[in-house]
């Protein structure tokens, strides 16, 4: 009952998943739901999240005309509306040691940084938490890998009342890769 030309298929999509990239599992990031796929449309949704790995641009070739500019911002949280994952915000006060880890799927050299994001402007609050002005290095084998690429601890600033309502603020980690991939994800939280 196989069917060849489907199963060649389905490994050439299996082969071409070893190509997808990095993607933050802890703290529990932002994912996708039905106010993403309603801001972001349907071609770009279903790169998104067919690869939660892989990097952004594959999303924003294939936007069509279910796309909302004006909602779905790919290059900013990855186009993930806060709206879908509301309950998922993180309570910490300033000075908490958050630790992360991201998952790296494949290495791609470039820099990255992780910031206090303002979620109404886009833009960041105060200095980078961490910042990479390399990351992952991809002439570098497994046993020369930087720690703290995958596994570091962000301490949370004091943010004044900026960050104190659920939806004002989150944390992105930002990798852009200098092949032109970019690779977002944002832990929501607030400050108590
Ligand atoms: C985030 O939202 C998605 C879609 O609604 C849901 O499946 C997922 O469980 C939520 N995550 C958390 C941690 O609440
Ligand atoms: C990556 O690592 C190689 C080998 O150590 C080094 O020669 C190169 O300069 C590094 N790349 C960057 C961008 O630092
Ligand atoms: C990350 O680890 C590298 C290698 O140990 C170190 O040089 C660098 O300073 C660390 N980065 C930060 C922000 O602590
Ligand atoms: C974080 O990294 C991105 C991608 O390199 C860059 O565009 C952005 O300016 C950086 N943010 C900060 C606050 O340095």
Redesign the pocket.
């Given at each position: 009952m196989f069917n060849l030309p489907l199963l060649s298929l389905a490994l050439v999509a299996a082969s071409s998943q070893v190509m997808a990239h990095g993607v933050v599992t802890s703290p529990t990031p932002r994912t996708y739901g039905t106010a993403s796929q309603a801001a972001c449309g349907t071609g770009a949704i279903k790169v998104l999240t067919s690869d939660k790995y892989g990097p952004i641009e594959n999303a924003a070739l294939k936007t069509d005309t279910t796309y909302n500019a004006n909602t779905c911002h790919l290059f900013f949280c990855r186009g993930y509306q806060f709206s879908d994952n509301a309950s998922n915000v993180k309570v910490y006060k300033p000075g908490t040691v958050v630790n992360f880890h991201v998952d790296i799927e494949a290495h791609h050299t470039g820099?990255?940084?992780v910031?206090v994001v303002n979620l109404a402007t886009q833009t960041?609050i105060g200095k980078?938490l961490f910042?990479w002005p390399v990351y992952t290095n991809n002439s570098l084998g497994p046993a020369d890998w930087v720690k703290n690429e995958t596994d570091f601890s962000a301490t949370i600033p004091d943010l004044g009342t900026q960050c104190t309502k659920a939806g004002a603020c989150a944390i992105q980690w930002?990798w852009?890769a200098f092949n032109k991939q970019t690779y977002e994800s944002c832990v929501d939280f607030v400050t108590a």
């Open positions: 820099t990255a940084n910031s960041p980078p910042y930002w852009y």
